[in-house]
């Protein structure tokens, strides 16, 4: 019972996590520049979000000072959008979503061996195996539950509210 719950924990932890970074030309103070970006994600998936309320799939995003590329996962096309048209990009770190439960799984390991080797009910016998099978059992736990979850992150852009366009050319 107390894996399950712990595993619950876990995972309402990892699901309502986030990171937002504002994307700009010039990367000022606190935010990410566009040559930055590309650096940090040029190759990767994500799903972009659009102004006119349409998401997509891509992946090989590059941005612009003006526009936005990316390869459609639907139709492996590169298709370029008019950067006003934007309105964030999301992405997920998988890696980093593994160590988080990693860590995790492990404290809460340790928090039931702790549980299970006190008390007035424990003889002292056993003790080693909760310490021992516990923490593993917790972190490995944890990685596996958070490994396919990814640490989510949204890249916001900046653009003109106004325009009307809702995708870009080929």
Not at 1 to 22: A, N, P, Q, R
Not at 72 to 93: A, G
Request: charged share 15%; aromatic share 8%; with cysteine.
């Amino acid at each position: 019972m107390k894996t399950i719950f712990c595993t619950m924990v876990l995972s309402f932890v990892l699901s309502g996590c986030f990171s937002s970074t504002l994307v700009t030309p010039s990367g000022e103070t606190g935010n990410l520049s566009y040559p930055q970006f590309n650096q940090q994600f040029g190759n990767g998936d994500a799903d972009i979000s659009l102004r006119d309320g349409h998401d997509v799939s891509g992946e090989a995003i590059h941005v612009d000072h003006d526009s936005i590329s990316y390869i459609d996962s639907d139709l492996h096309e590169k298709i370029i959008v008019p950067m006003e048209n934007v309105r964030n990009v999301h992405t997920s770190n998988h890696l980093l979503s593994t160590l988080v439960g990693f860590g995790v799984g492990g404290a809460i390991g340790v928090a039931v061996a702790i549980v299970g080797t006190s008390g007035p009910q424990h003889d002292g016998s056993g003790a080693g195996f909760f310490w021992v099978i516990g923490p593993s059992a917790g972190a490995l736990l944890g990685a596996g539950i958070a490994a396919p979850i990814g640490w989510p992150s949204r890249y916001e852009f900046q653009g003109d509210t106004t325009s009307t366009k809702s995708r870009g050319s080929k």
